[in-house]
Nanobody, 119 residues
């Protein structure tokens, strides 16, 4: 079990919904904000949503009103509810602390979860 384990991705039609989950090691979860990041081929990994320890959320303009980030502290788990999905939402979604955690001097990322939205 790694420090970050994402799940919940899949293939959906445009207009559909998915709920992503991310289990984070307690040592990193309890005292850090959490972010969901999206990476598409040939592009950098972009932050799409974040939530502070106190529950304050922030969203990229492209997902505002469609995505909802939340966290369940008792389970060290963060969620990303994605509604009204569009083909441009396709990508690999990663969660991480906000900013990304570093272990042994290197940024640490989980395996991510693939989201594919068909038109």
């Amino acid at each position: 079990q790694g420090h970050l384990v994402e799940s919940g991705g899949g293939l959906v039609h445009a207009g559909g919904s998915l709920r992503l989950s991310c289990v984070v090691s307690r040592e990193f979860f309890s005292s850090n904000g959490i972010g969901w990041y999206r990476q598409t081929p040939g592009k950098q990994r972009d932050l799409v949503a974040s939530i502070t320890v106190g529950g304050i959320t922030n969203y990229a303009s492209s997902v505002k009103g469609r995505f909802t980030i939340s966290r369940e502290n008792a389970k060290n788990t963060a969620y990303l509810q994605m509604n009204t999905l569009q083909p441009e939402d396709t990508g690999v979604y990663y969660c991480n602390t906000y900013g990304p955690m570093m272990i042994n001097g290197k940024y640490y990322w989980g395996q991510g979860t693939q989201v594919t939205v068909s038109s």
